[in-house]
């Protein structure tokens, strides 16, 4: 059979139904998506200036697919290989077309910590060096009451009024986090286009005129399956250690509950030990772990 890999800046419309079904495909056989928002918005709109879009075929169906950021600390990039096409070695095959494709070595971002994963991993020399949890709490339990610092109340986000304003801050709060804290306007109307997107679950703490932070919620599915999101708080640096960033946090998990929603989630890194306490405080628990490799300092 031919197995061959073909590297794209921009997919056509065929193959971006393609990939999204090798993507659900492994979704629902691994009980993970396999890439993260960011790779799925690149997938969906068009990618990124310098991304890679790598597809492995083997004769004539897309067997896998890679995504390859460059990033501003260097490229990373997600696979996944449709689940009737493994142990075939298509992800030794992908990962070595990632590696080519990339101005250096990259990282690799894995989503559930995996065995496979670990093992083709340290076969190209790549090293677990980032673990980002994904941590869940039942709605149903109390909730401590949200207590807002002096002189700063809570509105939602307003579109087409808000955007400069919340981009200025979530700068300024994730200075240190280039993921996040280099989001462009693009990046954020990208995500207001999106069918989960809900400016009464999106709420800004404001001092004066002057937003100060954020918690911005998602739901993900429908009726009772929901499933909500914490999906990022934001506390400027001048406002920290004043308990702005846990009202914040609860004043989204009580919207959350307030639709309904029966379990809330969110995204932490494993080594930000203050926000992981300050979750497991308000009864967050790990559920599952994402991992990211990198060559060897």
Known sequence: MNVRVENRQRLS???ITDVLGVVEAAAEADGVRPLNEQAMLQLRYGGEPGASLLLLYAGDELA?????????????????VHPAHRREGHGARLLRAVIDAASSRPRLWAHGDHAGVAALAARFGLERVRSLWQMRRPLAEPLPAVRLPEGVSLRTFVPGQDEEAWLKVNAAAFAHHPEQGAWTMDDLLRREQEPWFDPSGFFLAVRGDRVVGFHWTKVHGASDEALGEVYVVGVDPSQQGTGLGKALTLAGLDHLRSRGIGQAMLYVDEANTAAVRLYQGLGFTRYDVDVMYAPPQ
């Not at 896998?64 to 996944?80: F, I, K, N, Q, R």
Request: hydrophobic share 25%; charged share 30%; proline share 10%.
């Open 13 to 15: 419309d065929q193959e």
């Open 64 to 80: 896998g697919y890679a995504h390859v950021d460059p990033g501003d600390e260097g490229p990373s990039a997600e696979l996944v």
